[in-house]
């Protein structure tokens, strides 16, 4: 799970999202720009410049580790969470297919194996840094963090289903993907209920 980004005002309604510019890029920026807001591509390298200069009033990065390696915490004072846009990192491996058709079964597997391998550690990698980084950023930065209202979510949820639904109807690759996605969530709902959101719940009973 990302976090919802940093920004230069408390956000307390979708109104507060009028107006300003985010580096926020892909599906999530046209989220955004359906919600008032202005989204702006800008390289990693460009951002931090960028928002302490007030060029970009918002952005999104990664999560804590990532964030505070970039010095975020020094431009914007308001950090908000959850990431609505990019509810979790993926490691893609493209391989042209001739040439993977060209490997033996044997080289397939060495391959198949490392990628899953590295995904796997990403995300473990991913998850143990965030909480030191998280701890750092409230202990030592004094940063405060805060919850995206239930409204603004609701909203930001509705415009996610518009943009996904425009683009499913302009692109038959992406309809396919979307649907099939769906349909796992709609499945793993039933699971889930049952085993992390009931463990949640259990531990805050306590």
Do not use: C
């Not at 550690?121 to 409230?138: D, I, P, V, Y």
């Not at 202990?139 to 995206?148: D, G, P, R, T």
């Amino acid at each position: 799970m990302q976090m919802g980004g940093w920004f230069n005002k408390k956000i307390e309604s979708v109104d507060d999202l009028k107006g300003l510019k985010m580096r926020i890029p892909g599906l999530g920026g046209k989220v955004f720009a359906k919600a008032g807001g202005t989204p702006v591509l800008l390289a990693g390298g460009e951002i931090y410049t960028a928002l302490d200069r007030g060029t970009i009033d918002a952005t999104e990065w990664v999560g804590p580790y990532h964030d505070e390696r970039l010095g975020l915490y020094r431009a914007a004072k308001f950090y908000y969470y959850p990431g609505w846009h990019e509810p979790g990192p993926v490691l893609e491996l493209i391989l042209n297919k001739k040439a993977w058709e060209s490997l033996s079964p044997d080289l397939q597997k060495i391959i198949e194996t490392a990628a899953a391998s590295s995904n796997i550690w990403m995300l473990s990698q991913f998850e143990a840094n965030n909480l030191a980084a998280l701890k750092k950023l409230k202990e030592e930065h004094n940063v405060q963090v805060y919850a995206f209202p239930d409204d603004v979510l609701k909203a930001l949820s509705g415009y996610t289903k518009e943009v996904l639904d425009e683009e499913s109807a302009k692109d038959a690759d992406f309809k396919r993907v979307y649907e099939a996605y769906q349909a796992f969530v709609a499945d793993n709902d039933s699971w889930n209920v049952l085993s992390e959101a009931a463990y949640q719940n259990a531990r805050s009973l306590h």
